[in-house]
Antibody, heavy 121, light 111 residues
Framework: QLRLQESGPGLVKASETLSLACTVS??????????WGWIRQSPGKGLEWIGS???????YYNPSLKSRVTMSVDTSKDQFSLELRSVTAADTAIYYC?????????????WGQGTLVTVSS | DFVMTQSPLSLPVTPGEPASISCRSS???????????LDWYLQKPGQSPHLLIY???IRASGVPDRFSGSGSGTDFTLKISRVEAEDVGVYYC?????????FGQGTKLEI
């Protein structure tokens, strides 16, 4: 059964970089035909799609975050990662990773359990 | 960007009764392959969202057949034929036709 698990610091200081990893188990990113993505959920903005990537390293970012986001993949570890630079309180959210069943960012299934990241001043 | 608008935002229901949620997109979600790139997700209390319906009307694996999705273009509907207590949570629609994907505000279903 495919499972995704987010990991990373739960507390990040304002102006610093948020770094998260998503570990995939039950499947291999390298042999998978799917895209993999990040979504966040904050009380103020609901669910927000951050971006997606493919095993080749191709990336697709939300324009609202594009200047601060980098996503990467490590197929040898079956992991993909998210970096969000220059964070502010507005980046406080639960961050989820998910597999996209069709196209770049659609049919998100399954989702990880999510990890809460709080930006402190 | 695509703006997704759901209604109602709150939906009190009685077990055994049907329920319906509407989702409207600011632009058509019909791909030139004939599919509508519209998903429905349910986020149960304390859990991450999970996929219910994709491509407008296809139930995801393990989803009970009391859930159905319909619609095309800009107007979509999620229907629950007979609500059960385990169906409580927040329902979201999401468009995947173009990046950035975008979600509706959510509809809270309460028993």
């Amino acid at each position: 059964q495919l499972r995704l698990q987010e990991s990373g610091p739960g507390l990040v200081k304002a102006s610093e970089t948020l770094s998260l990893a998503c570990t995939v188990s039950g499947d291999s990113i390298n042999s998978s035909p799917y895209h993999w993505g990040w979504i966040r959920q904050s009380p103020g903005k609901g669910l927000e799609w951050i971006g997606s990537l493919f095993k080749s390293g191709s990336t697709y970012y939300n324009p609202s975050l594009k200047s601060r986001v980098t996503m990467s993949v490590d197929t040898s570890k079956d992991q993909f990662s998210l970096e969000l630079r220059s964070v502010t309180a507005a980046d406080t959210a639960i961050y989820y990773c998910a597999r996209a069943l069709y196209s770049v960012s659609s049919g998100l299934d399954p989702w990880g359990q999510g990890t809460l990241v709080t930006v402190s001043s | 960007d695509f703006v997704m608008t759901q209604s109602p935002l709150s939906l009190p229901v009685t077990p055994g009764e049907p329920a319906s949620i509407s989702c409207r997109s600011s632009q058509s979600l019909l791909h030139n392959n004939g599919r509508n790139y519209l998903d429905w997700y349910l986020q149960k209390p304390g859990q991450s969202p999970h996929l219910l319906i994709y491509l407008g009307s296809i139930r995801a694996s393990g989803v009970p057949d009391r859930f159905s999705g319909s619609g095309s273009g800009t107007d979509f509907t999620l229907k629950i034929s007979r609500v059960e207590a385990e169906d409580v949570g927040v329902y979201y629609c999401m468009q995947g036709l173009q990046t950035p994907s975008s979600f509706g505000q959510g509809t809270k279903l309460e028993i």
